[in-house]
């Protein structure tokens, strides 16, 4: 029997959790989940009792921030999965390859381009591995349109048109928490737009060489609500008299996973989960438009907003054949709010392909148990289990990690210069 894998996570808010529950339930006979390592104790033993309560797996050791080379030395993993704050992935990944195991990491893989260099001159340096969890690859609906793609029915790829909408309820929870803190995020061009830049580069097989785009803060912050007419204002939710009523709090004492991750572990280390949208200190954009040249000479225009009333996306893929349109609507949900597997589960989804010279036709896209669409049970696998040989290449290595938030980081450059930006220029290979 081949000897199981170990692993330790650092970071154990709620984006953890799908890789601590993978380790300790489906894919224990292969891989082995050997300690946590978090700046917050509360958060690291309330992942403990998920593991030992809901899956009869032993308590694993936990380690402070401060304590990770001693986890290293002690641990001797084979890998390191990073969940932190993003602005950290960075640390973690370079000092996991230093000390000798490959890394893991969630997206977006850092926030800027001196990071992402620093991440590149580590793996030339140390030949360790690191691997991009961009389960979004894996969706059916995703994995269809590349297929469409692969096939050739909309022939050379010349233009996208990509539309995402997160809702009131999802894309207000990224103004709640660390996100709304650009050093922190990179802003929702990096955290989020990461996905979505992602897929354009694997569907297209390309890589952004020019990116233009303007974003704004249009709806949530102080200033706008003060524009709307607001006047009633408070600084968290959770107890506030001010907040009753209002659509867009967040009491975490009403819900008990997040009071025991969140509410009753802010003692420790000062952070709030529960800010108000329409408070100060937001750094971030809520209104975006980026358009991208990739180096196949293909173009995309791209829009993300923070505060629709629906959730979702519209993807338009114009070929010299014909045009493939992707539609897709997603329940809603807040991050550590409920059962993972419901995260990035879709209302209802569609794949069209319309032909140059014949009749628009459907794409059957068949879903399957798990988080987007049953997707990420096949991400976890490539991971954790025994890969298959995958046709659409959907592991993702650093260079993928890299070109994704490179589209991210350079609309950023761009939203404050007003000028394009030459992606070759942020980071050398």
Known sequence: MARRKKFVIVGTGGRSRMFYQALAGDFKKTSQLCAFCDINQSRMDFANNVISTEYGHRPVPTYKFEDFDKMIKEIKPDGVIVTCIDRAHHKYIIRAMELGCDAISEKPMTVDEVKCQEIIDTIKRTKKNLRVTFNYRYAPISTMTRDCIMKGLVGDVTSVHFEWLLDVRHGADYFRRW??????????????????????????????????GMGDLK??????????????????????????????????????????????AEVEDGYLRDQSVFGDGI?????????????NNAVMTYSLNAYMPWEGYNVAINGTKGRLEVNCAHHSYINAGGDVSQDGISAWEKITVHPMHDKPYPVKIVQAEGGHGGGDPILLNDIFGTPKND??????????????????????KSFATGLPVDVDTLVKF
Do not use: C
């Not at 046709?391 to 950023?412: C, P």
């Open 283 to 295: 750094s971030i954009e809520d209104t975006m438009s980026v358009m991208v040249r990739y180096k």
């Open 391 to 412: 046709k659409y290449h959907r592991a993702a290595g650093y260079v993928d990690g890299a070109m994704s938030i490179l589209t991210g980081i350079a609309a950023n």
């Open 179 to 212: 996100h709304r803190d650009k050093r922190n995020s990179g802003g929702l061009m990096v955290h989020k737009a990461t996905h979505h830049f992602d897929l354009i580069n694997w569907w297209i097989d390309s890589s952004p060489k020019i990116v233009f």
């Open 219 to 264: 709806f949530y912050g102080r200033a706008n609500a003060e524009n709307r007419g607001v006047t009633n204002f408070y600084y968290r939710s959770t107890g506030s008299k001010n907040a009753k009523g209002d659509p867009f709090a967040l009491d975490l004492a009403k819900d008990e996973r997040m009071s025991k991750l969140y509410y009753k």
